[in-house]
């Protein structure tokens, strides 16, 4: 009978290390600083699975938009050998902007994501996985069905809102349960808001957001959520909703995103206006001497002052940023032979490279580089394309080089030997949390992308 006991003691003594450490393992008990620290530098999949084959109200709460709508708004679809490529330039993490409501509900009574949609996200966010790349999967703007009500105060309105909300991230949250800490979710995207009462509004679909995906338990109890401030805008987040981030069961597990596109005359202009130029240089040494077309705010000087105050508001209180989405115009300045393009390339890289310099140096926030996958630089217009997805090669050969000078991209060798795209990616722990490079024969119980199996 003593022999039982401590035989049964034993037993229980094993399975509660086995326990501590596959949690340990999983990574889900640090904190969203040191994890946003590990994600850094980040890329977008834009333009992609938050496109859409129409532009109507009519693809809201039904299937229109269907599996291609991934390729309605650029022209290669998604496999892992694009996400290995993104990998071997150095990145870290990928943010996947998605749409749920448009295009993709099988039962618009009970907000029902398609079946086929919700595996196909699951497929791609397995290719980031596969390859040890973190994610952060949205609700992007997904129709205007939320954004389009975000400053009605009406509180019948936001209970509706908040019960939509929660519908649709209960499914997602469900299906990506077992899923360990390279999964983030974001609540929305840039929920527009310039004022106190909207972002009391903005607050309130935090809080519903964070509720329902802590709801689903299992290791969703332990996930990093990231919530929006107002518009995504740095001075409006400071200014209303310092102080006022979603209540947690999970210490420690929240982050706040923001978006950097600043200056707009440099990054998005298309065209002089009687009020401005467009910006083609910026930053210092980078100025055309007689060109009306340098940058006269928003340099090196305005981009630490706006990151330091997302560091005094939020970093240094515990709630690390996501820059969700960043980036910067190239333009083709053929066309202007009284312009410079070697200068314009120059103030390219120097932006790009200024801000992950400054994420660094700060710590506490990931830049993610917007992407659209659009090969043109479009004239003066300009384009903000990194990655040709079609040739896997690089496209914004200065924004990548800006970024490479903070974050240098690995060796040839090294990636080959990380991720070959002809054979399964996995990754392969013991319960002691020592990686394995390949699944052992010996009989044992391993944690393989960050699930439990016996062998």
Known sequence: MKAKCIKSMLLMVGLLYATTAMRAQDGLDRSATEVINDMVPGWNLGNTLEATTSWTGAALWNNKGGLNSETGWQDTKT???????VKSLGFKSVRIPCAWAF???????????????????????????????YVVLNDHWDGGWLDDQMKDTSVTTIEKNKSILTALWTQIAN??????????????????ADNQASTNNVIQYNQAFVDAVRATGGNNARRILVVQGPSTNIDHT???????????ITDGKLAVEIHYYNPWQFWGMEQDESWGKVFFYWGKGNHLSGSSHNATWGEEAEMKSLL?????????????????????NWRDLSSLPSESQEKHNASIKAHYRELHRLCKEMGGMVPMTWDTNYRSQNGTKGSMTIVDRKTLTVFGTYAMEGINEIYPRPSESSVQSIMPSTVKHE????????????????KGIYIVNGRKQLR
């Open 79 to 85: 496999s892992q050998e694009i996400i290995d490529f």
């Open 103 to 133: 295009g993709h509900i099988s039962n618009a009574a009970t907000y029902e994501i398609d079946s086929k949609w919700m595996a196909r996200v699951k497929e791609v966010v397995d290719y980031c996985i596969n390859d040890g790349l």
């Open 175 to 192: 299906t990506f349960k077992d899923y360990d800490e390279h999964l983030l979710f974001a609540g929305m995207n840039e929920p527009p």
């Open 238 to 248: 400071c200014q209303y909703m310092a102080g006022k981030m979603p209540t947690d």
């Open 308 to 328: 330091q105050k997302m560091k005094t508001n939020f970093v240094d209180k515990g709630y690390p940023v996501v820059i969700g989405e960043f980036g910067a």
């Open 427 to 442: 990754t392969i722990y013991t319960l002691q949390g020592i990686r394995l490079k390949e699944m052992p024969t010996t």
